[in-house]
């Protein structure tokens, strides 16, 4: 699908909107480039940010200008070999309709704390406990200091680890896919069969030693209700199962997609290593394409461009849908 038509309305507008929202931190870097950024992520939505301190792809090329300031965390907020980590910045989208997402994360796993044109504040997944302490200062350094919702893509441990904590740090309630809800009651998922052969292996090493399986019980939580607008205009919540029976992905402003492990970047691949349901997870792409999204963004692995997705659901199915896209 093309977003020719969409006119990014960086600097521009950005500028002023910057100006009357509270929160939004000078740290934040931002990109002034010409026509790359939007070839790399489909002119819909703008990497504005850097991630380890390596640029972000859309702003690698000579058109491109950077302008960055220091994100280091707070000295106080560092703690054990996370704050190895804690100078790590952190890459940053910008879409047409004025939402804001930004990724957090340490090593494990990221989530993605969104700032939604119509004001509302999201943080998807929560990553692994051991890198709370890293992240909490992310956030704070990045203006985010309460949240509407957290959404969970999916109730595996370490996209669940932080649900209970962040829930009473930030006040806000927790969603999880309704099928899923109960393990994130529990505090105990399911960790899903190798999809590869290299998963296969990974994974039987994971169960031996319990990786992932438990976190912190959040008892209240609710079901992720799939209603349009269930999370206001600029969120919409798309099923898409395969990793898990019942994952879930987030949507803003139709431009870019928050998939959990829907897909999970490593090299030319996207195919997720583990799956429950590997068979559907060309479906789920499918699902996601059509959302008209240009740019997906995994909780492992740099951000995926349409044009790499849409020539990976083509592999997955000249397979034969064998889950060795
Ligand atoms: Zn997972």
């Known amino acids: 699908m093309s977003t020719g038509s969409r006119s990014p309305t960086w600097p521009a507008r950005d500028s002023a909107r910057r100006q009357r929202r509270p929160g939004r931190s000078p740290e934040d870097a931002d990109v002034r480039g010409r026509s790359s950024a939007r070839r790399r992520f489909g002119g819909a939505c703008k990497a504005v940010g850097t991630l380890c301190g390596r640029r972000a792809p859309a702003a690698r090329t000579a058109t491109t200008r950077v302008r960055t300031a220091s994100t280091r965390a707070p000295s106080a907020a560092r703690c054990g070999a996370a704050a190895i980590l804690h100078g790590m910045k952190n890459l940053a989208w910008q879409t047409s309709q004025g939402s804001r997402i930004v990724r957090v994360g340490v090593v494990r796993s990221a989530c993605y704390a969104v700032e939604a044109g119509d004001g509302r504040r999201f943080l998807v997944d929560t990553a692994v406990p051991g890198e709370r302490a890293a992240i909490e200062a992310q956030l704070e350094r990045l203006g985010f200091n309460a949240f ?3 959404l969970l893509t999916h109730a595996h441990g370490d996209h669940a680890g932080n649900a209970a904590a962040w829930s009473r740090r930030f006040g806000c309630p927790v969603y999880a896919p309704d099928g899923e809800a109960d393990q994130v009651r529990a505090g105990r998922c399911i960790m899903p069969a190798g999809a ?8 039987a090493v994971q169960r031996r030693l319990h990786v992932c399986e438990t976190f912190e019980p959040v008892p209240d939580v609710l079901p992720l209700p799939l209603d349009e607008g269930a999370f206001g205009p600029c969120l919409k919540v798309v099923a898409t199962p395969g990793h898990t029976e019942c994952s879930a992905s987030f949507v803003v402003d139709g431009e870019a997609a ?3 492990d829907a897909l999970i970047h490593r090299g030319r691949s996207v195919f997720p290593p583990f799956a429950d349901r590997p068979e559907r997870v060309g479906d789920a792409w499918r699902t996601l394409l059509g959302t008209g999204a ?3 963004l995994c909780a492992h692995g740099g951000p995926v461009g349409r044009a790499l997705l849409e020539r990976s659901l083509e592999a997955f199915e000249r397979s034969g849908r064998s889950g060795r896209a």
């Not at 590869?196 to 994974?203: K, N, Q, R, Y």
Request: hydrophobic content about 60%; proline content about 6%; aromatic content about 6%.
């Open 196 to 203: 590869t052969p290299l998963g296969a292996a990974v994974m």
């Open 148 to 150: 509407d919702a957290i």
């Open 294 to 296: 240009e740019t997906f």
């Open 258 to 260: 928050l998939v959990g």
